[in-house]
């Protein structure tokens, strides 16, 4: 979205502190203001009175500068689909998985490392996360876990390099367009037999009648590498804190097979190492050698 000539220069006279913005100090009118007001939520702020500021996860003069520099701004809700996961829905996937101390996770949507925190707080350090929005670099850095920045996880599930050995796939994918479909008949490939996936998704594919929707509910029904599936309704407005009243639900789905732990000389585990990984090097850890 273009802004105007006369909000950049609003924009160009704030300061930051921290992780609060401030606007300058002469009085904006209301729309003037909200124009304002937009391009900040965009970045990531939000409001705050007590501060008299608009509060920031992180250092936004990066994304200050950007709207600066190139006079556009894309709300990152709407362009990747981000609604992080809530801590009461992540613990409630984490409880369906059944995970165990050697389990090896695939997070492909992992946004700010929601679910990948609420994992590795119970102990699973075999965690690897994909993510398209190169943004959340700056959150995912640091973190004690494997995470590819910059990657379109349907590239990179379709590409046959990447080993498919996971024992658990735990995402929260994108809802518009039921891409959440598409991510997760693709994530179930990424499991070797006896694997669980536990998914967010939207409900609409339990009564819409599209391709997309038949396809699915027929893939769940008569696929039989699929050996079960649960869902479960999640509570409404769930995700209200996130920035969404949409209803959603829970997918569980167990592969057949028996679910094999992975050979002790396994070089996946000892390539891993903990960081955020560059687009060059997406596949450098499952690659097949």
Not at 153 to 180: C, E, T, W, Y
Not at 231 to 260: N, Y
Request: charged share 25%; net charge negative; aromatic share 6%.
């Amino acid at each position: 979205m273009k802004i105007p000539e006369n909000i950049l220069a609003v924009l160009a006279e704030c300061r930051v502190e921290g992780k609060t913005l401030f606007l300058p100090p002469e009085q904006l009118d209301r729309k003037v203001y909200t124009a304002v007001n937009k391009c900040l939520e965009n970045i990531g702020g939000k409001w705050n009175r007590k501060a008299k500021g608009h509060v920031f996860d992180h250092d936004p003069t990066e994304g200050l500068e950007n709207l600066i520099l190139t006079g556009e701004t894309e709300d990152m809700i709407k362009t990747f689909q981000f609604f992080p996961t809530p801590r009461s829905i992540a613990d409630q996937m984490c409880d369906m998985a059944e995970l165990t101390p050697s389990s090896r996770v695939l997070e492909p949507s992992c946004g700010k490392g929601d679910l990948l925190d609420a994992l590795h707080d119970r102990g699973i350090t075999d965690l690897i996360g994909v993510e398209l929005n190169a943004e959340m670099a700056q959150h995912l850095e640091g973190k004690p876990y494997t995470t590819m920045i910059g990657i379109d996880f349907l590239a990179f599930a379709a590409d046959p390099g990447v080993k498919r050995d996971f024992s658990h796939v735990i995402m929260n994918p994108p809802f518009s367009r039921q891409q959440d479909i598409a991510h997760i008949r693709a994530a179930f490939e990424m499991l070797r037999p006896g694997g669980i996936l536990v998914s967010v998704a939207s409900p609409s594919w339990q009564w819409r009648e599209n391709t997309k929707s038949q396809e699915f509910r027929d893939w769940m029904e008569c696929d039989p590498a699929i050996k079960s599936v649960e869902v479960i309704k999640v509570p409404e407005g769930a995700f209200k804190a996130s920035g969404t009243m949409i209803p959603t639900v829970i997918i569980k789905l167990c592969r057949d097979g028996e679910l094999a732990q992975l050979p002790t000389d396994e070089p996946a585990t000892e390539a891993q190492p903990e960081r955020v990984l560059s687009f060059a090097e997406k596949f450098r850890l499952t690659k097949a050698s």
